[in-house]
């Protein structure tokens, strides 16, 4: 029993120790990444429409790893076709990443 209260007591005594500033750390890293969630992809059959990226790279890579398209997006909302490729793919931009899979 003394020793479940001990280990109970360190435990807490670790846990209550954590300092402010990295508790700060981790909520701003938080809000980075609400804002790059602001980014969209969507798919709808063979394409691929991506909102609120305006100024970054659509970057469209194989599961083996190998880029297939890379397209600027120039919009709020652009519409990328697909048309040629099936199978899955990995969708990055900016920070944002989405698995895909083209019928």
Request: hydrophobic share 45%; aromatic share 2%; charged share 20%.
């Amino acid at each position: 029993m003394r020793k479940k209260l001990l280990t109970l007591s360190v435990i807490a005594g670790l846990t209550l120790s954590v300092p402010l500033q990295v508790m700060a750390a981790e909520f701003e890293a938080a809000v980075s990444e609400q804002i790059d969630e602001q980014i969209t992809i969507t798919v709808v059959q063979s394409a691929v429409i991506v909102s609120g990226a305006q100024g970054e790279l659509l970057e469209v890579v194989s599961l083996t790893g190998k880029k297939v398209l890379e397209v600027k997006v120039d919009s709020p909302s652009q519409r990328v076709e697909l048309n040629s490729l099936k199978g899955c793919y990995i969708l990055k931009v900016g920070k944002v990443v989405r698995k895909i899979t083209l019928r």
